[in-house]
Nanobody, 122 residues
């Protein structure tokens, strides 16, 4: 079973930066697409950024140009570099992985990690 451990969140002022990490174990990291999601209380989890097996990336319009997703196959680790943070970026951030890009887009996973809290103050 795949295990996901997110880290790197924290409290930052608007305009600041954070780098999130997600260590993946129990799966074939290099063979799967991966993504970052975020969720605020009372809202559905939304796809923030995704990366394919080949390294192609896609972003939600709200973060395009500010966030960058990357991965290190040797370390089984996914990253999210977040720059120019805004208060509306405040959320719990989660990562996940799947063989199919359609699963990434739908976000229909049976299990999630604990997430990492990002709080952006104005």
């Amino acid at each position: 079973q795949v295990q996901l451990v997110e880290s790197g969140g924290g409290l930052v002022q608007a305009g600041g930066s954070l780098r999130l990490s997600c260590v993946v174990s129990g799966g074939i990291f290099a063979a799967n697409a991966m993504a970052w999601y975020r969720q605020t209380p009372g809202q559905e989890r939304e796809l923030v950024a995704g990366i394919t097996v080949g390294g192609s990336t896609d972003y939600a319009s709200s973060v395009k140009g500010r966030f960058a997703i990357s991965k290190d196959n040797a370390k089984n680790t996914l990253y999210l570099q977040m720059n120019s943070l805004k208060p509306e970026d405040t959320a719990v951030y989660y990562c996940n992985t799947a063989p199919l890009w359609s699963t990434i887009v739908r976000g229909t996973f049976t299990s999630w990690g604990q997430g990492t809290q990002v709080t952006v103050s104005s």
